[in-house]
């Protein structure tokens, strides 16, 4: 069975969240419930690590990352046709349609694949230090960004995260539209969002702060998730 949270609906333009962390931890509020699950929190880099890390530390979970990237049209790397996912098996989700209407070619896309992915595994590798992913089967994973606008890159991080077997699938978000939540609701067990802006232009139209996540932030929030849960881990994350 399939659930949605309910979310509030806000007038377009306003200023919701302070910044990503402050975003971060009042959707932690709505996801205490899920505290005593044994939850896995999973993090859209870069602006999502700064969400999850306040949602991974309220519920005392294990933060990890899931890299997505688009796949950009040929001659158009910022038109995305689809986007990839790594994982114990990679996962392409392609925008057929688009796909059509540009005259993709087989070679093309074969090409723009294996270029992403590797980015992929360069930054896995730079985010985790080494570590291995975050187990996720049978226990309740929580997916997180900063926000949603088509959702194309989301919907392929939810689907690499099912063929995990989670025991739940949970897609949590600060702020998206009602349309693109209601199409990816479809691929989780539940929703949790806090506004659903109508119209909705951007993602950082509703935050004071929405300067870029540098990779060093995104490492540093991992490492100090990581030695919060357990103390003895090396690394040099302090407190923050």
């Given at each position: 069975?399939?659930l949605?949270?309910p979310?509030?609906?806000?007038?377009?333009?306003d200023?919701?969240?302070?910044d990503?962390?402050?975003?971060g931890?009042?959707?932690?509020?709505?996801?205490?419930p899920?505290?005593?699950?044994?939850?896995?929190?999973l993090?859209?880099?870069?602006?999502?690590?700064p969400v999850?890390?306040?949602?991974?530390?309220?519920?005392?979970a294990?933060?990890?990352v899931?890299?997505?990237r688009?796949?950009?049209a040929p001659?158009?790397?910022?038109?995305?046709?689809g986007?990839v996912?790594?994982?114990?098996?990679?996962?392409?989700?392609?925008?057929?349609?688009?796909?059509?209407?540009l005259g993709?070619?087989q070679?093309?896309?074969?090409?723009?694949?294996?270029a992403?992915?590797?980015?992929?595994?360069r930054?896995q590798?730079?985010?985790?230090?080494g570590r291995?992913?975050?187990?996720?089967?049978g226990?309740?994973a929580?997916?997180?960004?900063?926000?949603l606008?088509?959702g194309?890159?989301m919907?392929?991080?939810l689907?690499?995260?099912?063929?995990?077997?989670?025991?739940r699938?949970?897609l949590?978000?600060?702020?998206?539209?009602a349309?693109?939540?209601?199409?990816?609701?479809?691929?989780?067990?539940e929703t949790?969002?806090l506004?659903?802006?109508?119209?909705f232009?951007?993602?950082?139209?509703f935050?004071?702060?929405?300067?870029?996540t540098?990779?060093?932030e995104v490492?540093?929030?991992?490492?100090?998730?990581r030695?919060a849960l357990?103390?003895?881990a090396?690394?040099?994350?302090?407190?923050?």
């Amino acid at each position: 069975m399939r659930l949605e949270t309910p979310w509030q609906k806000a007038p377009a333009g306003d200023v919701l969240f302070e910044d990503r962390r402050d975003a971060g931890r009042r959707l932690a509020g709505r996801l205490l419930p899920f505290r005593d699950e044994a939850p896995a929190v999973l993090a859209l880099p870069r602006g999502g690590v700064p969400v999850g890390y306040e949602v991974a530390r309220a519920l005392a979970a294990p933060l990890d990352v899931i890299v997505v990237r688009k796949l950009g049209a040929p001659g158009q790397p910022e038109l995305g046709i689809g986007a990839v996912v790594d994982g114990d098996s990679p996962l392409g989700v392609l925008n057929q349609e688009m796909m059509r209407a540009l005259g993709v070619s087989q070679d093309y896309l074969d090409r723009e694949v294996a270029a992403q992915l590797a980015e992929i595994r360069r930054r896995q590798s730079v985010y985790r230090g080494g570590r291995t992913r975050v187990p996720i089967a049978g226990r309740t994973a929580i997916v997180v960004d900063d926000g949603l606008a088509t959702g194309s890159t989301m919907r392929a991080a939810l689907r690499s995260i099912r063929r995990a077997d989670p025991a739940r699938l949970v897609l949590a978000v600060p702020v998206a539209p009602a349309a693109t939540l209601a199409e990816l609701a479809k691929e989780v067990d539940e929703t949790v969002c806090l506004a659903t802006p109508d119209p909705f232009y951007a993602v950082g139209f509703f935050y004071r702060d929405f300067g870029q996540t540098t990779d060093d932030e995104v490492i540093h929030l991992l490492d100090v998730a990581r030695q919060a849960l357990d103390p003895h881990a090396r690394g040099d994350a302090r407190a923050v």
